[in-house]
């Protein structure tokens, strides 16, 4: 069993910066990916960003140059850091983990991006 904890969400204005955090614990054995979904209001739950674990990362198209993810495998903890943010940035983000061929769901952080 894998326990993941999204924390740092909020609100923001456009073109600001916002660092969400996703805490695991349990068992990370034969990990192969790490990403960020999102779930905007009436529409489906969307990659953001995954990591797999031999390096490479994948952006969304509408994420490409603004947010950039990283690991500290020390803390068991990955960060989305989110800069130059929209409006249409808004939406429960969720962290995800595939540990041997399971998938593992935080509950979700709430960014809401408005002046």
């Known amino acids: 069993q894998v326990q993941l904890v999204e924390s740092g969400g909020g609100l923001v204005q456009p073109g600001g910066s916002l660092r969400l955090s996703c805490a695991a614990s349990?068992?990370?054995?034969?990990?192969?990916?790490m990403g960020w979904y999102r779930q905007a209001p009436g529409k489906q739950r969307e990659l953001v960003a995954v990591?797999?674990?031999?390096?490479?990362?994948t952006f969304a198209d509408s994420v490409k140059g603004r947010f950039t993810m990283s690991s500290d495998n020390a803390k068991s903890t990955m960060y989305l850091q989110m800069t130059s943010v929209k409006p249409e940035d808004t939406a429960v983000y969720y962290c995800?983990?595939?540990?041997?061929?399971?998938?593992?769901w935080g509950q979700g952080t709430q960014v809401t991006v408005s002046s």
């Open positions: 990591m797999m674990t031999g390096g490479t990362t």
């Open positions: 995800n983990y595939v540990v041997n061929g399971l998938g593992y």
């Open positions: 349990g068992s990370v054995i034969r990990l192969y990916s």
